[in-house]
């Protein structure tokens, strides 16, 4: 089963982090995908860049609508993820407790929808 594990943090607080610090953080995170890949769990991460490089899409009676900047106004704004296969949640949210994000932000850990008739890759 595919997880998406969405990692949000405060893009302020993280920004007071030393350099050497996020640095290590972006290690530890790679060491993890490695890890994962030799057990068959990794699919795909990236870290993103700040909300404020966003651009909001919305459509509305056929109408486009495009703005600049981040939608939700809350403390933590999404700053990565991890796509990875595993047997269930429990292993997912194993997973989850060592991405570095989740110790200075939040792990929101969803399932995917399995939809056949897309492309592969």
């Known amino acids: 089963m595919k997880y998406l594990l969405l990692v949000h943090h ?8 030393s350099e050497a610090k996020r640095k290590e953080m ?4 790679i060491q993890l995908t490695h890890q994962l890949h030799v057990n068959g769990q990794y ?6 860049h700040p909300a404020s490089t966003a651009t909001i899409v919305r459509v509305r009676e056929g109408q486009s609508l495009v703005t600049d900047g ?18 269930d949640l429990g292993e997912a949210v194993r997973i989850a407790t060592r991405v570095p994000g989740a110790r200075i932000g939040t ?15």
Request: aromatic share 8%; proline share 8%.
């Open 26 to 29: 972006l290690a530890e995170s």
């Open 107 to 121: 792990i929101e850990v969803r399932p995917l929808i399995e939809i056949t008739g897309l492309p592969n890759k």
């Open 70 to 87: 981040p939608f939700v106004e809350t403390r933590e704004q999404l700053a990565g993820y991890f796509l990875v296969n595993v047997k």
């Open 10 to 17: 405060d893009e302020e607080a993280f920004g007071r982090i």
């Open 43 to 48: 699919l795909s991460a990236s870290p993103l």
